[in-house]
């Protein structure tokens, strides 16, 4: 039986897309966590984490900076 559930991944997600852990790191966390559970979904998992690592950058730049800025 899985050790994590759905939620747990979501909260997982979250608290990863917080941080500066690395992609490295990231992929053996999904390898444990598919070892774990045979139906769990790395490339869910993988989107799941860049949306909150876009969204906390968004928090975190705001609109200080908007894209035509951002163009060479």
Do not use: W
């Not at 559930?5 to 608290?15: D, G, P, Q, S």
């Not at 053996?28 to 906390?56: C, G, I, P, Q």
């Amino acid at each position: 039986m899985s050790k994590f559930t759905h939620k747990h991944y979501e909260e997982i997600a979250k608290i990863i897309g917080n941080s500066n852990i690395s992609f490295e790191d990231i992929k053996l966390l999904t390898s444990y966590f598919k070892a774990d559970n045979s139906k769990f979904d790395s490339e869910r998992f993988m989107h799941a984490v860049a949306k909150h690592k876009v969204a906390e950058f968004e928090r975190v730049v705001g609109n200080s900076v908007s894209r035509d800025q951002l163009q060479p």
